[in-house]
Structures are given as structure tokens and as C-alpha cells.
């Protein structure tokens, strides 16, 4: 059943069918804005115009208007349109009953399989003919798998649309929940559906799995997506849209059930024509944006307090996995437990999700992905959400406040701003530690080659990630937060392109560095050789903060958070994610220049630019997280 917060496995069934009878279909646009909601504009020879409309985690279905659209497009959006524009569509279908569709797009002599999820937090990925990853929406690592450029697309085990009675009935003898989980969770059913199947079987919900007669449940399920795809009778109640009645629903009325759905969700503005938009006021903007932060505080308030409770309706498992994780971890390395966990395909290990091993964290399958800490108890797990409920309710009382008051216009006093002296370092990535303490890192291998050989003195400390690629850091001086070095070295390396969480860096003395290789072997431009022992910084998480400093020197500041944010009136957070350098830092830039009045946009553009904010954008793909 489709709610508010998403689509089931039988919706997509009832949506991928009707679609296909619309086949063949052509690429025209595709659109996607910054909320992640996606459009492709498909052309057909005999229904004109068809409108996809793609809300990863969420929903698929057509639309008959397209939502209101960035005039440029994000560079996946762009993305997409060079790979599939002009292809044509030869199927579209899902991946049994679990929510991810496949579409496969033929351009020229090439096949593509775009993939949608419409699973937790969702994803649209576009793969080869093979299957290999080319780009997703959104990078992610999972204990069973990786959606990063290159890695394969891995799809689930068949579930109970695909497979046989006898070996259904084995899964059920395996399942220790009762029969209507089993359905709602394992079968990928949900609860409405599941107990309408055994309604149908005539078996009681509460029995256990392993006991019900798994022949008689097989039936009604295949009768169940056969209806579903064959004779589909949409029914829009305000608890949701499904396309098949499962207690005697008045039918919707609608032609299909994508209309079905078109109608359900609320629906956006169509795209408006340039000569339709009309500038608004700064106080009916101001206005308007404290209407978006109220319902963004609320909706977060919301999600806390049910990650909160999720906590304590798994109380008894939630504790076993603390206790257990806490115990190994006292033994053994985050990489060995995660090893361990992923050939763990039976036990609780599978629930899950992911590993964090720098905050010493895991992410669980309660229903919906949960963060806990192993180290805290499952109350003090519990706090950092109601401490996160506190928050945004302090927020929303004080946007609340404000919407009350008038809006009144704002002086605006002119203000001179100092452009920096050049210095000999500002050719290099740099900043100043907390304790003042000067740290330079190189560009390039020519950047790296030149930090070594002129640069590293007696008295300074050479710092490198542990990864091919990664600038070379050397810190001019000794410093008490080595903590912000290591930072900066790892997010300036390769493990960023690569899309890592975290990165292990070294630090060793300047005697210890040499440009000598051994006898017989050759060290290229940038290339060192570290002899002796080196200490150790592991899991060092990848981020960087880039922010405007305006006073007492205006300029563009990027590293470590705990000194950007002393340092800057404004900042935004980087962390590795999908956009390209120039993109991030057009971005970023946008992102900072909406903070400043019109008068400080025009005052600070010397300073706020692309060009010196692309000075401390990380190699590779970075996403906006913060800011």
C-alpha cells in the first residue's frame, strides 16, 4: 500500500506493468532537483508526452506535470541526459517483490540499466550492460555491498514472487516469527497485504511460521500479484493508495494506477514559464522561509522521536548487539568485526547496515536504518536522539517566535573589507592550528616533490595518508593537536576520490623522509620513501569545513572543522559524495553568497569566488552536507 512515506513492493508491481504497456519510449530530459526528486521527460508515438517521476526511498509512478525544476540542472541530472538522452526504453521491471526497478535503455549500440531504489533512503544508480556501477545518485558503502563507480550492482535473493512452494515452505520452516511478519517483512508484503493473504488462506495471523500450511499461503500470494498485474482496482483512502481491495474498498475511480497516485501525493507546482515568475519581496521571502524551517524542524523533531522509540521496542536485541560489539571491539579491530559480520548471513549480524568504525558505531535494521553506539548503554543511545528532539523544538519555538514578529527591512551599513598580502605559502593547500602552528600540503606530485625537497626542515613533521595519491603534509613547527593535521592529510588524498568514510594517516620525522629508492628501484615525481617507525592515526574521519573569514583579512579558509569555524563568519561542511570538484565549488559558493546581505555579496565578490574556493575542494566527488 502506498502511504506518505513511501511505496510497497506490490504498488511497483501495478505501476512497472502499467508503464511497460506504454513501451517503447524515448529519453527527452531528464530533471532532478536539490530534494533529490527526479523526472524523465519520455517521449511515445502514440501517447505524446510521459512523465516518470522518481523519488528515491520513496516513489515511482507517472505524473501528468512536471514539478517545478532548477533552470540548471544538477550535474547528475546532466549526467544522465548525456548517457540516455535519445535512448530508447525496452523494459522496465522490478526486481521481484522487493522495491527496485530496473529500466533498461538502449542508446545506439550500448545497453544501459538505470535502477531505481525505492528502499530507505533510496538511490537512482546507472549501470553498464554488465551491471558495473557507472554513476550513482548517491555513493554509499553497506556491510554486503558498495554502490561506488566500478563496483558491481548486487540485487537481493529471490523472494517469495520468484520462487517455488517447496522452497518457500523451507523459508517459513526457518522463520521464528509469526506468520503474519513473516509475510509482512520476509515476503516483502506489508502488513495490509500479508494479512489479507492469510484471510484468503484461512490462517490464523498469529501462528508461527514454521506451522502454517505454506502450500495454501503460496497460492494466495501468486493470486495476489496476479491481480496486481492483470486487473488492478485502485483504492485512495486518506490512509493511502493500493491497487488491489483488500476489505471491500469503493473503487478510486481512476483509468490506472499511476493516476491513482499522481492524485494521492500532494502534488507540486508545474514548471512555470520564465515570463510567469515574478521577483517577491525580501519579507515575503524571509516569510517564506520561516514557513520551510518550521515544517524542516518539525519533520526532524518527528524522525527523532521515532529513531527513540525504535530503540526501546528492540530493547532486548539492541542490548544483545551492544554488549556483544562492545566486547569483541575490546579484542579485535573494527576490519575484523566487520569481516566477521559480513559472513554472518543467518544471525543477527544481518541486520546490520553498516559500520562506522571511527565513532565506534553501527547503523541497525529496526524498521528503518537506526545509528547506535556500542560503548553507550541503550538510554544513553536513546539521549542523543531526545537531545537532537530538544534541539530542533528550541528551533522551532524560536522560528515560531519569529513568524509572529514583523519582518522589518534591515539596515544596511557599508562595510570595507581588507584583501589579504600574498604570502609564500597561499600557492599550497594551508591553514594555522589551533595553537598557530603553520601546515602546508601539496597540490600535486610536483606541489609534493618540491614541499620535500625545500620545504621539510629539522624540527618540522611530515604527515601522509596512507592511500596512492594524497598531498603531502608538512607541519612547520611542533603543535598540540595533531588531531587537525591528520584531518587535513586525510581528506587530501586519494581515499576521498575513492568515496572512503575515513582514511589511516602516518606522521614521521624529516630524517625519516628521503627521495632515495632502495638499489634497483626508481621513485617517480612526488614519491618518497619512509624509512623507521611511524605513528599511527587510524580511521581518521573524511572531512572538510571551507569558510568565508571576513575579518581582520577577507579570504576564503578551508580545513579542519574545529579551526574553520573559529576563523569564518560563514562555512559549509564536505564530506565525499557525488559532485565533481567545480561543481561543489560553484555550490559551495552559492551556499555562502545566499548567507550575505546584497550590499556583502557585492563587497566580498574579490573574495568569494569559484576560483579560491576550489583551492580546498578535495579531489574527486564531494556532497554538500552542511552549510
Not at 333 to 343: F, G, P, R
Not at 600 to 620: C, H, I, M, S, W
Request: net charge positive; hydrophobic share 40%.
Amino acid at each position: 500500500m502506498a502511504t506518505m512515506q513511501g511505496m510497497s513492493g506490490l504498488d511497483l508491481i501495478t505501476v512497472t506493468e502499467e508503464i511497460s504497456r506504454l513501451l517503447p519510449l524515448w529519453v527527452h530530459k531528464v530533471y532532478l532537483d536539490e530534494n533529490r526528486l527526479c523526472v524523465f521527460r519520455l517521449n511515445s508515438k502514440t501517447q505524446g508526452k510521459v512523465n516518470l517521476l522518481i523519488e528515491p526511498g520513496k516513489r515511482l509512478h507517472t505524473v501528468p506535470v512536471i514539478p517545478e525544476m532548477p533552470q540548471i540542472p544538477p550535474a547528475f541530472a546532466m549526467f544522465l541526459r548525456k548517457y540516455l538522452g535519445g535512448g530508447r526504453i525496452d523494459s522496465i521491471r522490478q526486481h521481484g517483490l522487493q522495491r527496485t526497478v530496473i529500466i533498461d535503455i538502449r542508446k545506439s549500440e550500448q545497453v544501459f540499466h538505470l535502477i531505481i531504489e525505492i528502499f530507505d533512503d533510496g538511490n537512482i544508480i546507472l549501470c553498464g550492460e554488465d551491471m558495473t556501477i557507472i554513476q550513482p545518485l548517491t555513493r554509499q558503502r553497506f556491510k554486503d555491498r558498495d554502490v561506488l563507480p566500478g563496483a558491481l550492482y548486487v540485487f537481493n535473493p529471490p523472494d517469495v514472487s520468484s520462487i517455488g512452494p517447496d522452497e518457500f515452505a523451507l523459508r517459513l520452516s526457518e522463520d521464528d516469527r509469526d506468520i503474519v511478519r513473516a509475510l509482512a517483512v520476509g515476503s516483502f508484503l506489508g502488513g495490509r497485504y500479508a494479512e489479507y493473504v492469510l484471510n484468503i488462506s484461512g490462517i490464523d495471523k498469529n501462528a508461527p511460521a514454521k506451522d502454517v500450511d505454506a502450500l495454501a499461503i503460496h497460492t494466495a500470494v501468486q493470486d495476489l500479484l496476479e491481480k496486481a498485474r492483470t486487473s488492478p482496482v485502485p483504492v485512495h483512502d486518506k490512509n493511502g493508495c493500493h491497487p488491489v481491495p483488500s476489505g471491500g474498498e469503493k473503487p478510486a475511480g481512476y483509468d490506472s494506477f499511476n493516476a491513482a497516485l499522481a492524485a494521492f501525493y500532494p502534488s507540486a507546482p508545474p514548471v512555470k514559464k520564465q515570463e510567469e515568475k515574478r521577483r517577491i519581496s525580501r519579507e515575503d521571502r524571509i516569510r517564506l522561509q520561516q514557513e520551510e524551517a518550521i515544517v524542516k524542524f518539525g519533520k526532524n523533531i518527528e524522525r527523532n522521536e521515532e529513531l527513540a522509540s525504535l530503540l526501546y521496542e528492540e530493547y532486548g536485541f539492541v542490548t544483545e548487539i551492544i554488549a556483544t560489539l562492545s566486547k569483541a571491539s575490546a579484542t579485535r579491530s573494527w576490519q575484523e568485526i566487520e569481516k566477521i559480520l559480513k559472513n554472518d548471513t543467518s544471525g543477527a549480524g544481518k541486520r546490520i547496515i553498516r559500520i562506522f568504525p571511527a565513532e565506534a558505531s553501527v547503523e541497525l535494521d529496526l524498521g528503518r536504518p537506526v545509528k547506535v553506539y556500542v560503548h553507550e548503554s541503550i538510554d544513553q543511545n536513546a539521549g542523543h536522539y531526545y537531545d537532537q528532539v530538544k534541539k530542533f523544538k528550541k528551533k522551532l519555538a524560536g522560528a515560531k517566535a519569529a513568524m509572529e514578529r514583523e519582518v522589518h527591512q534591515a539596515k544596511v551599513r557599508k562595510v570595507q573589507y581588507q584583501r589579504p598580502k600574498k604570502r609564500w605559502f597561499d600557492r599550497f593547500r594551508w591553514f594555522y592550528t589551533s595553537d598557530q602552528v603553520l601546515v602546508i600540503g601539496g597540490r600535486d606530485a610536483g606541489q609534493n616533490e618540491e614541499l620535500i625537497r625545500k620545504y621539510l626542515e629539522g624540527g618540522d613533521t611530515f604527515v601522509h595518508a596512507d592511500v596512492h595519491g594524497a598531498s603531502v603534509v608538512v607541519v612547520k613547527g611542533k603543535t598540540m593537536h595533531m588531531d587537525e593535521v591528520v584531518r587535513f592529510a586525510a581528506a587530501y588524498s586519494g581515499a576521498w576520490k575513492a568515496g572512503f568514510a575515513s582514511a589511516d594517516v602516518y606522521a614521521a620525522r624529516p630524517d625519516q623522509v628521503s627521495k632515495t629508492a632502495e638499489s634497483g628501484e626508481y621513485l617517480s615525481r612526488g614519491s618518497f620513501v619512509v624509512r623507521g617507525e611511524r605513528q599511527w592515526f587510524n580511521n581518521v574521519p573524511l572531512e572538510v569545513v571551507i569558510g568565508l573569514q571576513k575579518t581582520p583579512q577577507t579570504r576564503i579558509l578551508g580545513g579542519p572543522e574545529s579551526v574553520v569555524r573559529k576563523l569564518c563568519d560563514l562555512f559549509v561542511v564536505l564530506r565525499p559524495g557525488t559532485f565533481e570538484p567545480n561543481d561543489i565549488a560553484k555550490k559551495v559558493v552559492r551556499a555562502l553568497r545566499e548567507r550575505l546581505s546584497a550590499a556583502d555579496q557585492k563587497a566580498l565578490k574579490f573574495a568569494l569566488n569559484t576560483e579560491a574556493v576550489a583551492a580546498f575542494v578535495p579531489p574527486g566527488g564531494s556532497d554538500l552536507v552542511e552549510g
